[in-house]
């Protein structure tokens, strides 16, 4: 097991272990600027005897900190189970170039990490999640309303920026079976997107509409869905070994 490197704010309650950390967001897509906040994204296991007590509920198992910079963890049983529903910001975690911790028990996850894959999943939370989004800025505009969401109205740019980012994401997906989380390769053209999100409602839906069709027609390496038996078995041994 390697020695911690995360940030020493982190700090897990006794029992419980860090099992994977990483850098996310705008950091890791190579789309930051100064001033940007780093991200952290991780994974912790409670220990074994803790799932069957009264009070654990797996589907708010995260731990949340916002100081001195964002860290969100979830506990390995609710990661995984988001993964295979194909939560492209968690799935992402497993196809980072280098990590600030990870422990030698979760290291078999990643190399599995292409099984927790399917096309449907993928199609649906990549390409369905963004196309919905794209709608719901031209229906906005139409209503005379600014942004994605109330709460995005200021973030119109970074948010369609993010939005075209998991269509080039869901693309590499269906293609290749894994994903380039750094982007920077296509900095200009998001931050083009971004802008039309701002200035141009209907040319960015265009753009959406085009890419989506595109990716639609696809074939994919992928199964139809991901491998549930193989991410089970993983956990079931991983909970067994952590008796």
């Not at 890791?28 to 296991?45: F, I, T």
């Amino acid at each position: 097991m390697t020695e911690p490197t995360y940030p020493d704010a982190l700090e897990l309650p006794d029992g419980e272990d860090l099992l994977l950390l990483g850098v996310t967001g705008s950091t890791a897509y190579g789309l930051s600027h100064e001033g940007s906040d780093v991200d952290r994204l991780g994974m912790y296991c409670v220990p074994t005897d803790d799932l069957f007590r009264l009070g654990f509920n797996q589907g708010k198992a995260s731990h949340v900190l916002t100081e001195p910079d964002d860290v969100q963890l979830h506990e390995i049983g609710k990661y995984i189970g988001l993964v295979l529903k194909g939560n492209p910001t968690v799935t992402e975690l497993l196809f980072l170039e280098s990590y600030e911790h990870v422990d030698a028990r979760v290291e078999p996850l990643i190399e599995m990490r292409s099984k927790l894959l399917g096309q449907r999943t993928v199609r649906a939370a990549y390409t369905g999640y963004a196309i919905a989004q794209a709608k719901r800025l031209g229906n906005r505009q139409e209503a005379g309303q600014a942004g994605f969401n109330s709460d995005l109205a200021k973030r119109t740019a970074k948010h369609g920026r993010h939005c075209f980012r998991l269509m080039l994401q869901a693309e590499q997906l269906l293609t290749v079976g894994e994903v380039t989380v750094d982007v920077s390769e296509h900095r200009d053209e998001l931050f083009a997107i971004g802008e039309l999100a701002e200035t141009d409602v209907a040319a960015f839906q265009t753009k959406f509409e085009e890419r989506c069709a595109y990716i639609d027609g696809l074939e994919s390496v992928l199964p139809v869905e991901p491998d549930v038996a193989a991410a089970e078995q993983f956990l079931i041994d991983f909970r067994r070994g952590n008796l």
